[in-house]
């Protein structure tokens, strides 16, 4: 699985952005699909995941209430909604699939990764 993650951008805080994920290949619908992020001198945390349905998902703390994962598997496609963006959200951002038993926080437990997508939130 191939993963390009864009939508990424610059904008105020309280705005909000759609990151997106898009996946090459015909088993998109077989991963669990997460979202990571990693700001400068910090080690890359979770954010969010989804189950391979849709139906499940896990959210960090620190986005719960903000951020909304989601997928449309015929599109191939993982988003990452995220409203009443703060400063302390900048980070490059990066999704990842894994075939997992559920949506998982561990970092170690995907095997794809995209490139990553800056999003850098102005107070």
């Known amino acids: 699985v191939q993963l390009q993650a864009s939508g990424g951008g610059l904008v105020q805080a309280g705005g909000s952005l759609r990151l997106s994920c898009a996946a090459s290949g015909r088993t998109f619908s077989r991963y669990d699909m997460g979202w990571f992020r990693q700001a400068p001198g910090k080690e890359r945390e979770f954010v969010a995941a989804v189950n391979w349905s849709g139906g499940m998902t896990n959210y960090a703390d620190s986005v719960k209430g903000r951020f909304t994962i989601s997928r449309d598997n015929a599109k191939n496609t993982a988003y990452l909604q995220m409203n009443s963006l703060k400063p302390e959200d900048t980070a490059v951002y990066y999704c990842?699939?894994?075939?997992?038993?559920?949506?998982?926080?561990?970092?170690?437990?995907?095997?794809?990764w995209g490139q990553g997508t800056q999003v850098t939130v102005s107070s």
């Open positions: 990842a699939a894994g075939r997992l038993v559920a949506p998982s926080p561990n970092i170690n437990a995907y095997d794809y």
